[in-house]
Every structure is written in C-alpha cells, then in structure tokens.
C-alpha cells in the first residue's frame, strides 16, 4: 500500500489497520482455501434443487461463524445500532454479536471492501453481501422500530437473506419514472394493493431469502392526499414485504451470461394484488427516490472496491503465468506485448482504486448527496478500468482464461454486468455531466 492510500484509508487508525491485516489472513487462510469446498457442494444440486436450504453449502456457515469469532461481522454499517434493537438481539439466541467493535467511515470500510472482492465468498461470509447490506442500511436509516425487529435484526444476525425488486421487464428501469408497478389504494379505502413484474431481482431465488424490498410507482390518488414539493421525486414508494407473501410468485431463475449464481440467484418475480397496508411503507408514500438516493451511494463504494480486490486476483494470476509458461524460447514476460499489459493494468488498478478512495473521502467529508459527481464517476470509470485488467488475464491464460478451472471467466462477466447493474454508465455520465455544466455556468456567472 502506498503512502498516499495509507493517509486516504487509514486517518491514523490502529484498529482500521489491524482489521485489514485480520481480514487479510482470514481471506488467505480460510476463505481462499473453501472456494474449491464451495462449488464441489453446489455442483451435486440440479434444475431447481440448486435454490433449496440443502445446496447451501456448510462450508458458508462455517466460515460465517469464524468471521464472527474474528468480530468481522457487519463491518459495512455506517452507524451505531438502536439501543432498543441491541436489547431485542441480547435476548436471543445463540448469543450473536451484531454490532461491529467500530463503525468505519465509508474511506476506512474501502479497503476492506477491496480485500473481500478477492472471493466471491468473502462478503457473505462477513455479512457484508448486496443486497443485504443496501437493504439493512435502508431499514437502519429510515425502517420503522416495528420494521427493525422483524427484517433487520434477522439480517444482521446473519439467519436470513433478502431481495430488491426495482428492475422491470417491459420499460427502461433505468428511468425510475417508467416503473409500470403500482401501488394504489385497496378497495375500501384500508390498505393498498400491489401490482406488476420484476426481474434481475438479486436474492429472490435464495431459499433463506424472508423479505423482498420493492420499488414501485405510487398511484397518484395517493399523492393527491400527500403534500408534496415536488412531485417527480415523489412518484415511488418504497415497500418492505415477507416472503412468502400471498400473491408474490417467482416466475424463474436467470442466468448471467450462463451463471445461475445458485443458491443466491435472481429471478423474475410476479406481484398480483398483493396487500400492503401502512406498517410495510418505508418511510412514507412518495419517499421511494429519497431512500433510493441514500441507498445507492455507500453501495457503489462497495461494488467498485470489491470490483477493485478481483481484478487485482486476476491480475496477480496473469504474472504468475507469465512466469510459469514459455513461447518463442522465451518466459511470457520477457515479451514486449505481454510487459505492455502487465504495465497498464497496474496502471488501471491503481486508478480505479485512488479514484474510489478519493470517492470515498468526499462522500465522509460532503454527505452522499453532494458527492453525486464522484459517485456517478466510480460507477462508470471503475467497472471498465477493472473489466480491462482481466481481459488481459484472459489473453495471457489462452483457452484455460476462459474455462472455469481458473476465476477469470466469471469474474469477466461479473464485471461487465457492473456496468449495467445500480444503473448503466450512460445514466451516470449524464449525471455526471449536468454537475460539471452546473459548476461552469456557477463559475462563469461569479465572474460577471
């Protein structure tokens, strides 16, 4: 780590840096080594059986319950738990530590973002996985005490997973004003009804998935008896559910470029008259793109660092093979073309994680709001920088980059779906460029 990274990451902090060095054993001494335990398991389960509890594979738990021992265990939250959810959680068992030893600024949790991206398990297994981690920080942040006990404390606690229904099939849901799925008010004036599809819906497919947090478009009746100040950020509500809930249907699995990421999984889900009364509304009716805003920004912190943490995996695979294979009588590092990749992609790691750090530390400094330009700039610069390097890993490995018997196939797919994925990069380019236009005319308009 350089000494610039160092200052950005740890503000002189002890305990940031002991938890990067346990995090780091943890990962090389028993996540690493449970990857081959992990898949073996998965690969016994077929067609449906992959999304049952007995594909879950024990390893996970074992792992999860060491990352406990270890107090890396929700290490993401960005403030301290309510006292009353506390006293709620001491009072179960077994005894599980919920609360982490220190809540981390969104610069400090960065790096260790980074060193979980190394695996595909390490996340989970410190409960620090989306879309859990999006969906505890909303309920954290704006969930009712009621909507605490009953969703939060069991994610917390690690005993559940959960769902995001934003993702439609039938419009751009990347305009978040074209969501077709609304709510409106039941018949009889009690409660409301839920109508539409979604799908990319992350976690639905989980068999330990006991609640699904739904974005819909709210009827405008409703609004009508609801002030507002402005009624374009006010068209979604927000809606937290259990599962199953009458009249919530999985429609199927899908797969990502062939990948079920079984027993997680999306899937596409059907919503058919399903009643909502007053005590599922997070936050209010028409608050959805609040929550929306506040959700987003510390998850693409998340993404990007984990993107980060695999691709330099990948990377420091394809120096190992440069060493390890021969063409032309020669080591494939002693080649002109392969020291060109291996030069850039140091390059573009090292970019992609000074500019999410930089993120990072304007978004503790500033608030999420007013670091919506270096969000918007991460989501789109991160996943290409990244997305670059194993390619590269892949043209150095040959045929064996893109089998599964190495992680860069996956991790190539994984990374291209980031682009699309929280919203596609020509999104956050326009947003993006609407705040550097702002700032010009801001500038030029001080100037007369």
């Known amino acids: ?18 938890l990067q060095a346990t995090l780091q054993s943890f990962l090389e001494s028993s996540v690493l080594p449970a990857e081959p335990l992990y898949e073996s398991h998965i690969a016994k389960f077929t067609h449906s059986d992959r999304w049952t509890l007995a594909a879950v594979p024990p390893v996970l738990h074992a792992l999860q319950a060491e990352a406990r021992s270890l107090r890396l265990w929700n290490l993401f939250l960005p403030h301290p738990l309510p006292e009353a959810l506390l006293r709620k959680n001491s009072a179960l068992t ?75 099939p039938d419009v751009a849901s990347s305009d978040a004003q074209n969501l077709e799925t609304l709510l409106s008010p039941a018949e ?17 497919m989980d068999p330990r998935c006991t609640m ?45 470029f062939g990948y079920d990421d079984a027993p997680h999984g999306h899937a596409e889900v059907e919503l058919v008259n399903v009643q909502v009364q007053d005590e599922d509304i997070v936050l209010g009716l028409g608050r959805g793109f609040e929550i929306a805003q506040e959700r987003l920004g510390p998850g693409r912190i998340h993404h990007c660092m984990r993107a980060i943490g695999l691709a330099a995996r990948c990377y420091e695979l394809m120096l190992e093979r440069t060493f390890t294979r021969s ?82 196939a996956r991790a190539l797919v994984g990374l291209r779906t980031l682009r699309i994925a929280d919203g596609p990069d020509e999104v956050h380019k326009q947003t993006l460029a609407l705040i550097e236009i702002k700032k010009a005319k801001d500038k030029l308009q001080s100037k007369l």
């Not at 790691?349 to 500033?366: I, V």
């Not at 709001?369 to 700039?377: E, Q, T």
Request: glycine share 6%.
């Open 1 to 18: 780590m350089t000494a610039i990274e160092t200052s950005l990451t740890n503000n002189g902090s002890t305990m940031t840096t002991d």
């Open 327 to 408: 063409t032309f009588s020669k080591p494939l590092h002693s080649h002109g073309a392969i020291r060109e990749m291996i030069a850039d992609s140091a390059t573009d790691l090292e970019s992609a994680r000074l500019l999410t750090l930089s993120c990072a530390m304007e978004m503790d400094r500033r608030g999420n709001r007013n670091a919506r330009d270096k969000i918007a700039m991460i989501k789109v610069a991160v996943p290409k920088l990244t997305m670059r390097v194993v390619d590269r890993a892949v043209q150095v490995f040959g045929a064996a980059g893109v089998c599964d018997d190495f992680p860069l």
């Open 94 to 168: 077994p005894p599980i530590p919920i609360q982490p030893q220190t809540i981390l600024t969104n610069s400090q949790y960065a790096p260790l973002a980074e060193i979980m991206g190394r695996s595909p398990l390490a996340s989970e297994a410190c409960n620090c996985s989306a879309p859990d981690t999006g969906n505890m920080e909303v309920l954290l942040k704006f969930g009712t005490a009621r909507q605490q006990e009953r969703y939060l404390l069991p994610l917390l606690r690690g005993e559940a997973r959960s769902a995001f229904l934003m993702t439609e």
């Open 188 to 204: 009889g004036g009690r409660g409301y009804v839920l109508n539409g599809r979604k799908w990319w819906s992350t976690g639905a």
């Open 212 to 256: 699904v947090v739904v974005v819909a478009r709210t009827d405008p009746v409703l609004l009508m008896e609801s002030p507002s100040t402005n009624g374009r950020a006010r068209e979604q509500t927000v809606v937290v559910l259990p599962l199953p809930h009458p009249g919530i249907r999985i429609v199927r699995p899908l797969t990502v």
